[in-house]
């Protein structure tokens, strides 16, 4: 796993922490929304992710014109046999880059949400298995709303967890002016690990313990955002779910087969903070998500 995340840096550098994140969610089975400014390398690291686990690769390029069969696909029917063929959509793919997903309509949205949710799609009555291992990344822009619609809340709660990229540091974006002279540095990398080695590590992750008291803790701090004052709709059953795995994610990552109250602690912020929904009051207040699960997470005694 290690190896995965030495790979990616070598096209995302100085970003190993969220890389870390997203080989996490690689393993858990999960999927991520990634918010941020265009142009920090979004497309570039779901591409390098394709190419080091050897999967395949589509990019889907979210408008307002775009529609549902545009992803999962279309039947096509044959004059000639009188047969319809089924032309398969860029969903039928390892790695599924969602650019710009909140410009498309909420009905196009929904499109992926059989699909996050169950690694299947429904076409005409017909359920056809999506290949494995299977994983969304979608991007959505934080800065620009014109011509876009917001994720329901059902579709975000299905991403494993939300990260941002964001600028380079100095020194790393000087480096890149200086010695990198071709435009796509994709090409540069190599295979690092097949795609059955993957699914094998989604095994070992249920192999994962979690203790009663690192449960306990994990339950502690998802009930507290149910209760919070400024917090109006608290994280789900799926996104404690979901939460739990990715920790048993970091663990096996570390080289453990027990998830310790640091993974629980670390991963809060990316794995839950796209799940609450805050109210009027700590939205005028200039109150942030991610800033509220920290206060949870200050309030709640770590157990040893």
Do not use: C, W
């Amino acid at each position: 796993m290690r190896a995965i995340v030495a790979n990616l840096a070598k096209v995302i550098q100085g970003k190993e922490d969220k890389i870390e994140l997203l080989v996490f969610a690689l393993v858990a089975g999960g999927h991520i929304l990634i918010e941020d400014i265009p142009g920090v390398g979004k497309t570039t690291l779901a591409r390098a992710l394709a190419k080091t686990i050897d999967g395949q690769f589509a990019r889907i390029q979210f408008t307002p014109d775009l529609l549902p069969n545009d992803i999962t696909g279309i039947n096509i029917f044959q004059p000639r046999t009188g047969e319809f063929i089924f032309k398969k959509g860029p969903i039928f793919s390892n790695i599924v880059l969602g650019d710009e997903i909140n410009r498309a309509s909420a009905r196009t949205q929904s499109a992926l949400l059989e699909a996050m949710g169950d690694e299947h799609v429904t076409i005409d009555g017909n359920t056809l298995p999506l290949p494995k291992p299977f994983i969304v990344l979608a991007t959505q822009n934080p800065i620009e709303y014109h011509g876009t619609y917001p994720l329901p809340e059902a579709q975000i709660d299905r991403f494993m967890l939300r990260v941002d990229l964001g600028y380079p540091s100095l020194d790393i974006e000087q480096s890149l002016v200086v010695n990198r002279t071709r435009l796509d540095p994709v090409e540069d990398i190599p295979k690092i690990i097949s795609l059955d080695t993957i699914n094998a590590l989604r095994a070992a992750v249920d192999e994962v313990k979690m203790e009663p008291s690192v449960s306990r803790y994990l339950l502690q701090i998802v009930t507290a955002t149910r209760h919070h004052p400024g917090i109006r709709l608290g994280v789900s059953t799926r996104g404690t779910l979901l939460y739990g795995r990715i920790a048993r994610a970091r663990a096996l990552f570390q080289g453990r087969d027990y998830v310790l109250p640091e993974d629980i602690k670390q991963l809060a912020v990316p794995a839950l903070s796209h799940r609450i929904l805050l109210n009027n009051k700590a939205h005028q207040s200039g109150n942030a998500s991610s800033a509220i699960v920290r206060e949870i997470l200050a309030s709640i005694p770590v157990p040893r």
